[in-house]
């Protein structure tokens, strides 16, 4: 019943930047924690960078001091902006959100489609 879109991917040369967005919509009474994750081929999924509802953001080693997640409460939307872009960096990018709908007794765990960022010369 929650819907995420991912937009924002493309191709960037190394040391490039790119903002990657994450829309959520359906009939979302909270969204906790917004999280987004990659995953490069032939490698685990792995947690990039995640804002809670109330507290600090935390980020994976590898982006610590380039990228920054954000989010927009109004507009039930998370962004991901990425500095000083790697070529390691290439991956399909996916917005996570836990969000609790309308109705709902407990939260449960959403997934957008993926946005391939891609970082080469």
């Known amino acids: 019943q929650v819907h995420l879109v991912e937009s924002g991917g493309g191709l960037v040369q190394p040391g490039g930047s790119l903002r990657l967005s994450c829309a959520a919509s359906?009939?979302?009474?909270?969204?906790?924690?917004m999280d987004w994750y990659r995953q490069a081929p032939g490698k685990q999924r792995e947690l990039v960078a995640t804002i809670p509802g109330v507290g600090s953001t935390n980020y994976a080693n590898s982006v610590k001091g380039r990228f920054t997640i954000s989010r927009d409460n109004a507009r039930n939307t998370v962004y991901l902006q990425m500095n000083s872009l790697k070529p390691e960096d290439t991956a399909v990018y996916y917005c996570h959100v836990r969000a609790t709908v309308f109705g709902g007794r407990i939260p449960s765990d959403y997934w957008g489609q993926g946005t391939q960022v891609t970082v080469s010369s």
């Open positions: 359906g009939s979302i009474f909270s969204l906790n924690t």
